[in-house]
């Protein structure tokens, strides 16, 4: 009858992991804690499966992992430094909204309609007035509505209505200027781009 090889004493595979070996190991030595030539006849299968899993190694027939075999570069990469993430200063944070789809979309046909009455025809400077003050308290309102803030709202709105004017008039200006045939009055132009601006204050701002 054969004799029981190493492995076999320890109940392990040739192809088992050192860390399987040590666990069969410690296994075995606390079954056989009170049984010192069992213990004994562990420890040496243990030492004889270590010798020829090392003499395996030098000899090529085992792979050694990288970990093991480069632990330097594993030390490098967990000393990388991480790099922290730039957060948005608070002012930011609170002026900034995450609006939903009905903030966003309910704004744009208010804002839609109000454009496509400004763009339609020669239209009067009173009806033009009149759509751009409807535009101006729409946005009082969307933006009164998200923090209760009337005072902020107006002056939001009120931004937003300088600053749409003031880019309206430099495009109808620039399309002039090269030569670029449209078929709006400066103040059709700027009250579009009133409502755009409108728009995305009133969506993207609290």
Excluded: C
Excluded at 77 to 97: A, E, G, M, S
Excluded at 129 to 137: A, H, R
Excluded at 181 to 203: C, D, F, K, M, R
Aim: avoid cysteine.
């Amino acid at each position: 009858m054969n004799e029981p090889s190493p492995y076999q004493r320890l109940g392990v595979a040739e192809t088992a992991t050192f860390e399987e070996i040590q666990t069969a190991k410690k296994n075995l030595e606390q079954t056989y804690q009170d049984d010192a030539q069992m213990l004994e006849n562990v420890e040496a299968a243990y030492d004889a499966v270590i010798m020829d899993r090392l003499r395996r190694r030098q000899e090529g027939r085992i792979k050694v992992p990288d970990r093991i075999r480069f632990p330097e570069q594993l030390s490098e990469f967990k000393q990388t430094p991480v790099v922290p993430v730039t957060q948005p200063p608070n002012w930011l944070k609170r002026l900034i909204d995450t609006p939903s789809a009905s903030d966003i979309l309910i704004p744009a046909a208010v804002y839609s309609i109000l454009i496509a009455l400004t763009v339609i025809g020669n239209i009067s400077e009173s009806f033009l007035s009149l759509l751009m003050s409807v535009g101006s308290f729409t946005a009082v309102y969307f933006l009164y509505r998200k923090e209760r803030r009337f005072g902020r709202a107006l002056l939001l709105s009120l931004v937003g209505l300088f600053f749409g004017v003031a880019l309206g008039y430099l495009l109808f200006v620039s399309l002039q200027n090269s030569n670029i045939s449209i078929h709006l009055s400066g103040e059709q132009v700027a009250a579009s781009l009133v409502y755009l601006v409108l728009w995305l204050i009133t969506s993207f701002l609290r």
